[in-house]
């Protein structure tokens, strides 16, 4: 018993360590040299998370070696879709010098993980040591419209996410392709960019919500790829456009504060095939079927607001039940309206910073039962032109961000 208390004090001191996330500046035209240029100033960051990495040793490389035709089939879908992001990929392996699989693996985290809870009933976190930890990133959003239009997101996701992530800015101007040339990505380390949070130089900000729908579409496009395709959207149309155009393997929640209308969204998107009441959850991929892609987008209209955490909330899909989720949902509704605070920053930080279910609190720590730790909490405030990060709790933290950054 003793031990058991002296590994949880020391557990809880390893989680309080101060974070040092670095700012990466890089800039090419060329999709490869982007990725090698991350993958070189990652490459230390990207060693680290390899060898500590239990979804990537546990989950995804024992997949990969008993399902090499369905690995190929993931790569060639998601190659003919995108060209430039597997290039960006290969430049990352490059620079980083891992094994491109690997990368190409963790950029398929989700949709693996998934299909081996269909094969084995067995989550990510049965995977990890010794306490219960996914991998998977799994977020809270609050969305405002109201005197300002203000989107506030919690990044939370593995704890040895803390010292391997990075901020990344990419400037890609001189490129042939008709996007956004600037943009500004939170990274997870070995895998494609644009899953977490970001802004680019058309006024678009976005943060992501990991779903877990029960079925994958097995050749789908990923969700990190269509993620990254809607990172340099020029227009909130052009963006819906994409992930109408995608056939999305699996699903996701994505949050929008489009600077140039002044309106917010939240998008829910997954396979048409979840809607089935029965189905297979190794279904193979049919480009033809028109309704491939389910959608729905939610405007959060004047005087009003939304939350989002991890699980659909309007879509009509199966999907598994997230605890943290349930209980992070009600307890904003408990709190009740951010609009209430004069000072709506603050009120979106009194819900993301919240800690009052101490099973499930909002604002993540890593302690059983939850398995997941708030790694920064984001602030964009399109009226102020910035964006504040938070490497600790903003609710007690409000006036001290750990960084701020300028919009474009």
């Not at 995804?60 to 290039?87: C, G, R, S, V």
């Not at 987008?297 to 199966?318: A, D, I, K, P």
């Not at 964009?380 to 300028?406: A, H």
Request: with cysteine; hydrophobic share 35%; glycine share 4%.
């Amino acid at each position: 018993m003793n031990s058991f208390i002296f590994f949880c004090f020391l557990f809880l001191f390893l989680i309080s360590i101060t974070k040092s996330i670095p700012t990466i500046e890089v800039k090419s035209p060329d999709h490869f040299e982007i990725g090698k240029q991350i993958g070189l100033a990652m490459k230390e960051r990207i060693y680290k998370y390899f060898e500590e990495s239990a979804v990537l040793n546990y989950v995804l490389i024992p997949w990969f070696e008993n399902h090499l035709e369905e690995y190929t089939q993931f790569y060639d879908a998601n190659y003919l879709k995108y060209p430039h992001y597997m290039d960006e990929l290969r430049g990352l392996a490059s620079g980083a010098d891992v094994s491109f699989h690997k990368v190409f693996l963790l950029t398929l985290s989700l949709e693996i993980s998934l299909l081996v809870q269909s094969e084995t009933g067995k989550t990510v976190i049965n995977y990890v040591n010794p306490f219960p930890q996914p991998e998977l990133e799994a977020c809270s959003d609050v969305l405002i419209n109201d005197q300002k239009v203000i989107l506030g997101h919690n990044e939370d996701a593995n704890i040895n996410i803390t010292d391997t992530s990075a901020f990344v800015f990419v400037n890609q101007t001189g490129t042939t392709s008709n996007e956004a040339n600037n943009y500004f990505t939170f990274m997870y380390p070995g895998s494609l960019w644009g899953i977490a949070y970001g802004f680019n130089d058309h006024n678009l900000m976005f943060s992501m919500n990991a779903v877990f729908p029960k079925c994958v579409q097995i050749g789908g496009h990923a969700r990190s790829f269509i993620a990254r395709d809607t990172l340099t959207s020029t227009s909130f149309d052009e963006m819906i456009s994409k992930i109408k155009n995608s056939s999305i393997a699996s699903g996701f929640s994505l949050n929008v504060l489009d600077g140039n209308t002044k309106k917010i969204y939240n998008i829910e998107a997954a396979s048409s095939y979840c809607q089935n009441t029965t189905f297979d959850p190794f279904l193979k991929s049919n480009n033809d079927d028109p309704n491939y892609t389910l959608m729905n987008v939610l405007e959060v209209t004047q005087n009003n607001y939304s939350e989002h955490f991890n699980m659909f909330l309007r879509l009509n899909v199966s999907q598994y039940t997230d605890e943290s989720s349930v209980h992070r949902l009600k307890r904003a509704e408990e709190i009740g309206s951010p609009l209430n605070n004069p000072n709506l920053a603050q009120g979106i930080v009194d819900i993301l910073g919240d800690t009052q279910d101490t099973q499930w609190p909002i604002y993540r720590d890593a302690i059983p039962p939850d398995s997941a730790k708030t790694i920064t909490t984001s602030i964009f405030d399109w009226d102020q032109k910035t964006l504040s990060i938070y490497d600790n709790n903003p609710k007690i933290n409000f006036d001290n961000p750990y960084k701020v950054f300028q919009l474009y």
